[in-house]
């Protein structure tokens, strides 16, 4: 047993409410960092404020725009080809991930090849959790399935979910 046992389970939004006035601005902000919540919000007032340019909608109006941090913004129908090895390797961290989302080893098969966008993902419901995740720049690709020969030859042919980061626009092959 601890000799104080004042200092078991703090809560930190407690702990700053306690704090003199003087203090707490500084540590309130800290505190709202490490959440991530301050920047988004900071991020939300610009943008009304229109010092920041607006968010990437998910219907792209002027094509002419280039493509914020491989945002393409698709559209169902749209024709896309999914980039190389290489350029996908790049965008993936030590996990394998990119944006929390995994490239699986199913997906490595369908590289350099063209396939229409199918439909946007804009949330997912966890397996684990039963609850919906917020899904972004995700999207699904027409007869591109998983095959299962990674997960014990399973047969259940779910879709794999794409990043926009892992695709680019294709133009059509002019015959």
């Not at 943008?47 to 002027?62: E, I, Q």
Request: one cysteine or more; aromatic letters at 8%; hydrophobic letters at 35%.
């Amino acid at each position: 047993m601890h000799a104080d046992s004042r200092y078991r389970n703090l809560c930190v939004r407690v702990e700053i409410d306690r704090m003199p006035v003087v203090l707490k601005p500084y540590y309130t902000m800290r505190w709202l960092m490490s959440k991530g919540v301050l920047p988004r919000i900071c991020r939300k007032i610009l943008r009304r404020l229109r010092l920041l340019p607006p968010a990437p909608s998910t219907v792209a109006a002027d094509r002419s725009v280039p493509p914020l941090d491989g945002v393409l913004g698709l559209n169902p129908g749209e024709l896309v080809e999914i980039k190389s090895r290489a350029e996908i390797e790049k965008t993936l961290d030590g996990y394998g991930r990119c944006d929390r989302l995994y490239f699986m080893a199913e997906q490595w098969q369908h590289c350099g090849r063209r396939s229409r966008v199918y439909k946007r993902v804009n949330r997912v419901l966890s397996e684990q959790t039963g609850r919906f995740r917020k899904a972004r720049n995700v999207v699904l690709l027409e007869g591109v399935c998983c095959d299962g020969s990674r997960h014990g030859n399973c047969d259940a042919s779910c879709f794999l979910f794409w990043k926009e980061a892992w695709l680019r626009r294709a133009e059509p092959h002019v015959s």
